[in-house]
């Protein structure tokens, strides 16, 4: 494997970055969140293959896939009540922090 | 009993009974007047121990802050006479309370503060430095502050308590700020070193530590510009008016200028300034005198002018006479206040216009009255006559002229205001509603025994005269008899003979003069009855000093501190507005922050 991953690995994590802080829907939210997170993992993966631990790395990937499928769930969760509420999933709605 | 041995019991006794007695008030109330009578009795025994042996060889000294203070006693004559008034007239007025307070309430605080104030009257004579005198002095004025204040439950007696200690304390901070004055120039206390080190000081400082000292005297003996305590101080127990406030305490200025006197003669405006106020004070204090018609108040002003008497003859640089005066005055002082005690004890009340009459109830309190009141007006053979005669002599060979008219008025006043006083109250028409009580033996024994001593007391000018040469202060050598012979061969004895008469002469024209004063009413007359103005003028000055403090408060507080606060909440809430537009509520803008934070965090992190 001579192929270098990180420049895909920031381009992953830029792209859900941005979808983060330009897209308006939550959904659209969410699957930013979810580039990021694979791109982490990703990032993970790629470490223990530099650095010759592959069993390691790997295992640690599978728990943050599964802590990640856990966050969806909550963060579904949430949407579904915020849509329940409001009839919308809209951020422009959510700005009853503003100080 | 070594003299020195006998004075530090003097002031210890009665200071050991004023300690004991609210111990005693615990279990056996009924015996507290019983021992402070004894503690008095017991000090005043002691007393004749220092008049037999002159104190000769080391005075006791004892180190109460070692390598930094040390105190002592100084027995001379000028020293003992305030410190054996005190303690044989305060032994007299404590039998005269036994009847005078009796079935008063916290009799055991009465009592305590009289022994305490003995005590303190003693120890600031025999004071051999500033500091021990100046603490003493202090004791004293707490205790006329509290038994001025006795009847603290009416709030005049508590007003004049208050005001009389403020007043005294105007002189005391003069006298304090002498005492440093000498203190920080010579480095110590002690009267005899000062004394010696003070004509090393610079004119100007020295004149400033004598002004102190005639302020303190000043405040402390009721002299103008500072006698409007004394007046008011007459809401005590008239047995206090006459230990603190005739006979001792006011004593005290008269004998803090006579002590400081070589420092005073040192400042050549310091005696010109003593003898007026002295003058002034005699005559101010014989006027209000005159047209007072409280009878407490009468003897009060009388006390004030007498001392003025005292202080002119200090300023005459006669520091004998005037110690010689002191000494006739507390005599006779005293029988006249004791005798209104018992005239006030008799009527219920302190107006002359509802007395009247009087003898045929209380023949004894009337004769001791008359002949004390004479002793005031100076009629020849009674003490005052030559005490006061000396003074006059002092002046007249001072050639202080302007004083002496000032004093020669103020005794035709004298004159008038007792023969006025003694015959309403006493002769006259009966005005009283009441039925006179009778008056208890144990009242009227101390009257018998000052009006003797008002007989007898001048004869002692010779051992006097001697024990001051003897101890090397200036006093002329005079015996009874030179006494005599001086006194009636003196330019004085006329004037004060004319003073006599004219007051005489006043006295006899006393309903015309009182319906002149009726129907013209000049303002003068008017303003007597309200102390001259001096009160208002004071009240004013109060006053003003009030709102300065009232506006300086008010400039601290609402101005400075509440800016301080005004600026810190302007300042934070300006902050917290700034704040406020970071938090859009935009989830965007949210995660924007957090990811930049975590780029910061990051960069530090690999930096």
Known sequence: MNINLLPFVFALFGLGLFCLLTRRSLVKLLIGLELLGKATTLAIIWAGVVQKTPATTQSIALLVISIEAVVVAVYLALVYAFHRHNQSLDTDDMRRLKG | MTAQLAGLLLFLIPFAGA???????????????????????????????????????????????????????????????????????????????????????????????????????????????????????????????????????????????????????????????????????????????????????????????????????????????????????????????????????????????????????????????????????????????????????????????QLGYMVLAVGMGAAFASQFHLFSHAIFKGLLFLCAGAVIHAIGTRDIRQMGGLYKHMPAVAITFLIGAMALLGLPFLNGFFSKDFILEEIILGGAWGPLALALIAGALTAFYALRTTFVVFWGKPNYQTHPHKTPANMVVPLLALALACFLSWLLVGPLSEAWIASGLPAPALSALELIRVTFSSLAFLFSLAAIVVGFFLFLQRARLARYFHEQEPGWIRATSRGLGFDDLYTWLADRIRDFGVWVRMFWEERVMEGINRFAAWGSLGLSRLSCRLQTGDVHWNLLYVTLTLIVVLGVALW
């Open chain 2, 19 to 305: 300690l004991l007695i609210p111990l005693v008030n615990f279990f056996a109330p009924r015996a507290v007047p019983w021992l402070a009578v004894l503690f008095g009795l017991a000090s005043s025994v002691i007393a004749f121990f220092l008049l037999g042996g002159t104190p000769a060889g080391a005075p006791i000294t004892l180190d109460i802050l070692p390598g930094f203070f040390r105190s002592g006693l100084l027995l001379d004559p000028l020293s003992l006479v305030p410190a054996l008034i005190a303690t044989w007239i305060g032994f007299l007025v404590l039998i005269y309370s036994l009847g005078y307070m009796k079935g008063e309430e916290n009799l055991a605080r009465y009592y305590a503060l009289v022994l305490l104030f003995i005590g303190g009257m003693v120890g600031m004579a025999l004071a051999d430095n500033f500091l021990a005198l100046f603490f003493f002095w202090e004791v004293m004025g707490v205790c006329s502050y509290q038994l001025i204040a006795f009847f603290y439950k009416d709030p005049k007696a508590a007003a004049a308590g208050a005001k009389a200690f403020l007043t005294t304390k105007i002189g005391d901070i003069g006298l304090l700020a002498a005492i440093i004055i000498l203190a920080v120039n010579s480095g110590s206390f002690s009267f005899s070193v000062n004394f010696g080190a003070a004509a090393g000081l610079a004119l100007p400082v020295l004149g400033l530590a004598a002004f102190g000292f005639i302020l303190g005297a000043a405040g402390k003996s009721a002299q103008f510009p500072l006698h409007v305590w004394l007046p008011d101080a007459m809401e005590a127990p008239t047995t206090i008016s006459a230990l603190i406030h005739a006979a001792t305490m006011v004593n005290a200025g008269v004998y803090l200028l006579a002590r400081v006197s070589p420092l005073l003669a040192l400042v050549p405006w310091s005696l010109t300034l003593v003898q007026w106020i002295g003058a002034i004070t005699a005559l101010l204090g014989a006027l209000l005198a005159a047209f007072s018609n409280d009878l407490k108040r009468i003897l009060a002003y009388s006390t004030v002018s």
